[in-house]
């Protein structure tokens, strides 16, 4: 597999008002993924969670994406994932019984991990994951939040959703309870796609026309478009910390087993 | 916690703390705020608590429900929000809930609806979902400005400057962005290889601060730019 095919650009900020950055991110393009967490917790523990989260995370998925790109069994990213993100939330949980400061602390969780022209995206909580494709720019995570639960069920108006302050509830996270239950969903990722990977303190204070219009004014400068984001969630407020990851693919990548497939019987053809 | 003030004529008669999750105002005697006057309805209206909001529901009254002064069906309450029922008036007194975005912590609490579910991609999942809108706008005011094209395919016309950035280029590829912010607009080169000119001087790769009256150039477009 072609080692630049997804081209990674992130930024994190604490943000205007906050004196803690709570968000951890964590990428390795040349595995395809991509991780971002926005830690809760009292005194810093939030920064502790978020950061096992991510560290955990990425390390488990580069050993077995290691592993299942030499196997090419079409389900193992998935179970990767899974296991992965088990592996982060009995790590956050035993710490949080373990420590008396990080007690009660936990995390949201965006991740996507890239393989063979495919992508496998998991989260928990309110961070959420956006795809821009032919300039359009789609949410495919439902926020674990009440606010989303009220608007669902019709106890409020999506258009009255500015007046809550109900923005900061989550209704599920990572390393609260011995086991997590994690929305997962694979998708196909064409050449062209941007990813976007962010914690609320972005999609809180910039709508998602504007996140749309600086996506496709600067897709070509990746990390001045993830600047960018950062740059007008602190413009319009700055209330939280902002993190931010976008991941470009840059071409199609077919898993390597394939490719020598299709090398293999080009060749035979020629 | 949040309470409720009645008072009648801008004297306060009596208050209630929001100490339940639901509770009725009304002119009957069995509601938790009972409103003698006759305007009101017996169950004419009631105040729900979600969180840390209060949402107060028309109980289709016979006067209706109004909110500092607007008629509401259902509304989220706000610090210092007066809702009217004839001539008594009811206030909510709640800073926590104030106008101002919340700077509270991120909280977990129990859902409403959902338990553990999906593990698998569930098949409502895979749809696009508009999702919880972006927060109000918070109290920033950005300055208005618009460029107008003094040479180029678009000589004569002008184009806003209302948004957070606005592209410019040439054959699809966007050579640079003029980005609005609270204390100015910004020009920043995005790709090519040549930087944009500010009054006939490169900006080089830094984002370039913009003022009243400059004259930019991008590719073959020359512009200027204008600030109210």
């Known amino acids: ?270 | 916690m949040a309470k409720l003030v009645l008072s009648k004529d801008g004297v306060a008669v009596h208050q209630c703390w929001l100490d339940k999750d639901r509770l009725t105002v009304g002119r009957g005697t069995g509601n938790d705020v009972v409103i003698d006057d006759p305007a009101a309805s017996r169950e004419h209206a009631a105040i729900t608590c979600v969180g840390n909001d209060h949402i107060v529901e028309d109980l289709q009254s016979s006067n209706g429900t109004f909110v500092n002064g607007t008629r509401i069906i259902r509304h989220i309450l706000q610090h210092g929000d007066v809702v009217e029922f004839g001539a008594l008036h009811l206030r909510y007194v709640n800073p926590r809930a104030s106008a101002d975005v919340d700077l509270e912590r991120t909280m977990l609490i129990p859902g409403l609806q959902r338990g553990g579910d999906d593990l698998s991609p569930a098949p409502d999942s895979q749809d696009a979902d508009d999702g919880v809108p972006s927060a109000r706008a918070a109290r920033v005011h950005f300055p208005r400005g618009r460029v107008k094209v003094l040479a180029g395919a678009r000589a004569g016309s002008t184009i806003e400057l209302d948004r957070v950035v606005a592209a410019f280029g040439k054959g699809g590829h966007r050579l640079a962005v003029v980005t609005r912010r609270p204390h100015g607009y910004f020009i920043t080169h995005v790709e090519g290889r040549r930087y944009p000119r500010v009054n006939h001087q490169s900006i080089g790769a830094e984002p370039h601060p913009l003022r009243n009256g400059d004259v930019i150039d991008i590719a073959d477009e020359s512009l200027e730019f204008l600030l109210d």
């Open chain 1, 1 to 270: 597999m072609a080692h630049d095919f997804i081209e990674v650009a992130a930024s994190t900020d604490v943000g205007n008002v906050r004196q803690f950055n709570e968000d951890s991110i964590a990428f390795d393009p040349e595995r395809g993924v991509v991780v971002l967490a926005d830690g809760m917790g009292g005194h810093r523990a939030g920064e502790v969670a978020g950061r096992m989260a991510t560290e955990i995370i990425l390390s488990a998925l580069q050993t077995e994406v290691a592993e299942f790109r030499s196997t090419a069994n079409p389900h193992s990213p998935l179970r990767a994932v899974t296991k992965s993100i088990n592996r982060a939330n009995t790590a956050v949980f035993t710490a949080a019984r373990t420590h008396p400061n990080y007690q009660g602390m936990g995390t949201t969780l965006a991740l996507a991990l890239f393989y063979d022209n495919r992508v496998t995206l998991a989260h928990v909580g309110d961070s959420r994951i956006y795809r821009l494709r032919d300039s359009r720019l789609q949410l495919l995570t439902r926020d674990d939040s009440l606010l989303r639960d009220q608007i669902e069920l019709g106890l409020i108006a999506a258009a009255d959703a500015a007046e809550s302050h109900n923005r900061s509830l989550v209704t599920r996270a990572l390393g609260i309870e011995a086991s997590v239950s994690t929305h997962v969903r694979d998708d196909d990722a064409l050449p062209g796609d941007v990813f976007l990977l962010c914690s609320d303190g972005l999609n809180d204070l910039v709508d998602d026309a504007d996140i749309e219009l600086i996506l496709n004014s600067l897709r070509s400068n990746l990390p001045l478009a993830a600047g960018h984001l950062v740059q007008s969630a602190k413009d319009n407020g700055g209330y939280d910390n902002v993190s931010v990851i976008l991941a470009k693919v840059r071409k199609a990548f077919p898993a390597a087993s394939h490719a020598a497939w299709l090398k293999r019987l080009l060749g035979w053809l020629r």
